[in-house]
């Protein structure tokens, strides 16, 4: 299955920032199916998971982007911001840090 580098990750961070941008984990697994997108962490962390609606969310992560250059999943009743936390705490998108 297709996966995608990963950067700096939580070692760059500071007490209380906000991450910088965000990209998908080298880790990361997935196929996309239409405007979804099936996710799991190849570590064999979590359980594979529906991105439903997110394909184009899951494209714009393949590289480093600022949270206000990602797209909006359709229908989704969490702010982004709580997705993306979600996606990393599941171990398949990373937060990133500038230097």
């Known amino acids: 299955m297709p996966g995608a580098g990963q950067g700096q990750?939580?070692?760059?961070?500071?007490?209380?920032?906000?991450?910088r941008r965000w990209r998908r984990s080298e880790h990361a697994i997935w196929r996309e199916a239409l405007d979804d997108v099936v996710v799991a962490d190849g570590r064999g962390c979590e359980a594979p998971f529906a991105?439903?609606?997110?394909?184009?969310?899951?494209?714009?992560?393949?590289?480093?982007?600022g949270i206000g250059?990602?797209?909006?999943?359709?229908?989704?009743t969490h702010a982004l911001s709580e997705l993306l936390e979600d996606l990393c705490q599941r171990g398949v998108v990373d937060r990133l840090w500038d230097k």
């Open 51 to 65: 991105l439903a609606g997110g394909a184009r969310l899951w494209r714009a992560l393949s590289e480093p982007v």
């Open 69 to 76: 250059d990602l797209p909006v999943i359709e229908g989704e």
């Open 9 to 19: 990750e939580d070692q760059n961070a500071t007490d209380g920032a906000a991450p």
